[in-house]
């Protein structure tokens, strides 16, 4: 399967704008042939914490992904503010994948970045997620989650891609481009690391550097930090053979 990561700048707090600004891009990478398409963390809303920016399970956000999924006939995901409806009012920092059947999967985001405060205003999850895309199986990230790699390697034997979408800050980069290729090589998946850029409306700037990781840490398509699209062909027969090749997560203990 082909995935693409779109590397996109984001208009703070304007769902509307941003869903329009998006859909062309969508179809650009389906028609360069993705079977997956990648948003950023927050696509829709940018990485606020500002109170009432949550919306209901399956709103408008999630609903452009359904959208988009079955016009295109493919997988898209990214992650947005949903709200649990049951009167707490901090939402869950959401991946939400759809498929082109109309299936939905979340994953919550399991580790708020309490360095920025997430956890006062996010929720935090309570599980990890795999999907079976296709060929594929897909373990969903978000941003924070990479440095704790405790949970890549709780869902290796099952995985054969992780996707990490991010606010992932320009101060930061060089944790963000290693740790991308860190999970790739123990885990010996490939890992999709779709990063936002441009200047947040807190003033964080954004470095981009999207990039998607072979199982064995090769670069299979890299960005800087402009608007764009990565794209690489992955293969569940890869991780297959790498793992047949080098049987290092044989030799994990506990």
């Known amino acids: 399967m082909r995935i693409a990561a779109l590397q996109h700048d984001i208009v703070w707090e304007d769902r509307a ?23 950023t963390e927050t696509f829709s809303t940018g990485f606020s914490m500002s109170p009432g920016l949550g919306e209901p399970e399956g709103g408008e956000s999630a609903g452009f992904l359904v959208e988009q999924a079955a016009e295109h006939g493919v997988w898209v995901g990214g992650t947005c503010p949903e709200l649990a409806g049951d009167g707490d009012p901090r939402p869950y920092n959401s991946f939400v994948l759809a498929g082109p059947d109309g299936t939905v999967h979340r994953y919550r985001k399991l580790h708020p970045f309490t360095h920025a405060g997430e956890h006062e205003y996010f929720r935090a999850g309570d599980r990890p997620v795999t999907v079976q895309v296709g060929e594929l199986r897909v373990s969903l990230f978000v941003c924070y989650d990479l440095r704790f790699a405790d949970e890549f390697w709780r869902l290796a034997p099952d995985t054969d891609v992780y996707l990490v979408p991010a606010n992932w800050p320009a101060p930061r980069r060089l944790h963000w481009q290693a740790l991308l290729q860190a999970r790739a090589i123990e885990n010996q998946a490939y890992v999709v690391g779709c990063n936002r850029v441009g200047t947040a409306g807190d003033g964080t700037e954004h470095c981009g550097d999207s990039r998607i990781v072979s199982p064995t840490g090769e670069l299979l398509a890299t960005a800087a930090g402009v608007e764009t699209m990565v794209l690489a062909d992955v293969s569940a027969a890869e991780v297959a053979a790498t793992r047949e090749r080098f049987r290092f997560l044989a030799d994990r203990r506990g």
């Open 17 to 39: 704008a941003n869903l329009e600004r998006l859909a062309p891009r969508v179809a650009a990478a389906v028609g360069a042939g993705a079977g997956l398409v990648l948003l």
